[in-house]
Nanobody, 131 residues
């Protein structure tokens, strides 16, 4: 049975850091594009970052470029989201999800940060940035 589990959320002060984990069971995460999404209260779910399958490239939302880094650990069947310089507007429930969807950008396949194309989701982990 395919399962995704997020962890690593919590309460952090502005300027702080967190590392979120997305661990998979029942399938090999490296065969999928993996996306991180977040949803703040009263707002729609938005894409934060994604990484294409294998050694494929990563994509970041403008709001997190230079602060967040997505990475894979294939031995652990896990994808991480390192979040630095956190701000109150980063508060929300963070979800990871997987898809086989892709787009061609500059002749290279890249991941898509549209929630609708993702097939399987984790349960989410809460991130709260507050002083």
């Amino acid at each position: 049975q395919l399962q995704l589990v997020e962890s690593g959320g919590g309460l952090v002060q502005p300027g702080g850091s967190l590392r979120l984990s997305c661990s998979a069971s029942g399938f090999t995460l490296n065969y999928y594009a993996v996306g991180w999404f977040r949803q703040a209260p009263g707002k729609e779910r938005e894409g934060v970052s994604c990484v294409y399958r294998g050694d494929g490239p990563a994509t970041y939302a403008d709001a997190v470029k230079g602060r967040f880094t997505i990475s894979r650990d294939n031995a652990q069947n896990t994808v991480y989201l390192q979040m630095n310089s956190l701000a109150p507007e980063d508060t929300g429930v963070y979800y990871c999800a997987v898809t086989h969807a892709y787009v061609i950008t500059d002749i290279q396949a890249t991941c898509v940060m549209t929630p609708l194309v993702y097939d399987d989701w984790g349960q989410g982990t809460q991130v709260t940035v507050s002083s």
